[in-house]
T-cell receptor, first 108, second 115 residues
Framework: GIQVEQSPPDLILQEGANSTLRCNFS?????LQWFHQNPWGQLINLFYIPSGTKQNGRLSATTVATERYSLLYISSSQTTDSGVYFCAGETSGSRLTFGEGTQLTVNP | DGGITQSPKYLFRKEGQNVTLSCEQNLNHDAMYWYRQDPGQGLRLIYYSQIVNDFQKGDIAEGYSVSREKKESFPLTVTSAQKNPTAFYLC??????????????FGPGTRLTVL
């Protein structure tokens, strides 16, 4: 199966700062998703982005499929953005493979 | 409300007992999945099913069993053969377009603790 690497593993920001989270894949993917896991464990869908760029409010994501990476941008971060961010990729065979996550802490 | 429900939210079991986790979806999704998450780690796939009465092993299927008798239901049984069952279990579902599974959506999870 594919390998998914996320960086950085931990990130601490002051409220209002911007950040970029990265996801690298060892092989091409058909499907790529970004999630935010809240303190109760619920996985919140952020983006379904096999390629290209999407924006949703203060969050945006870009996937460069030919170079096997995706970026998640968080602008003007808020304390409620804290939590773990996961990316996951699917190759043929219908299996999502998750990275280890980025633990984001936004301090007031 | 459309969505994915899992029950119970918390589950405690004694060593040597089998336990079944429930997952139901009313999104009319074809595919359903079970994942396991250990503290500080990502999710790992246990089993998945793309059609009723059919399912495939994921990366860590040993000690688990599933059934898919109805499109909307995909229960997971954690058997006594699972050596370290204490974990957070997440169920997901997705539509299927051709040979590609679409965006996966997740339930709220079940925290299983073996005493």
């Amino acid at each position: 199966g594919i390998q998914v690497e996320q960086s950085p593993p931990d990130l601490i920001l002051q409220e209002g700062a911007n950040s970029t989270l990265r996801c690298n894949f060892s092989d091409s993917v058909n499907n790529l998703q970004w999630f935010h896991q809240n303190p109760w464990g619920q996985l919140i869908n952020l983006f379904y982005i096999p390629s290209g760029t999407k924006q949703n409010g203060r969050l945006s994501a870009t996937t460069v499929a030919t170079e096997r990476y995706s970026l998640l941008y968080i602008s003007s971060s808020q304390t409620t953005d804290s939590g773990v961010y996961f990316c996951a990729g699917e190759t043929s065979g219908s299996r999502l493979t998750f990275g280890e996550g980025t633990q984001l802490t936004v301090n007031p | 409300d459309g969505g994915i429900t899992q029950s119970p939210k918390y589950l405690f079991r004694k060593e040597g007992q089998n336990v079944t986790l429930s997952c139901e979806q009313n999104l009319n999704h074809d595919a359903m999945y079970w994942y396991r998450q250990d503290p500080g780690q990502g999710l790992r796939l246990i089993y998945y099913s793309q059609i009723v009465n059919d399912f495939q092993k994921g990366d860590i299927a040993e000690g688990y069993s599933v059934s898919r008798e109805k499109k909307e239901s995909f229960p997971l049984t954690v058997t006594s053969a699972q050596k370290n069952p204490t974990a957070f279990y997440l169920c997901a579902s997705s539509r299927i377009s051709g040979t590609v599974n679409n965006e996966q959506f997740f339930g709220p999870g079940t925290r299983l603790t073996v005493l």
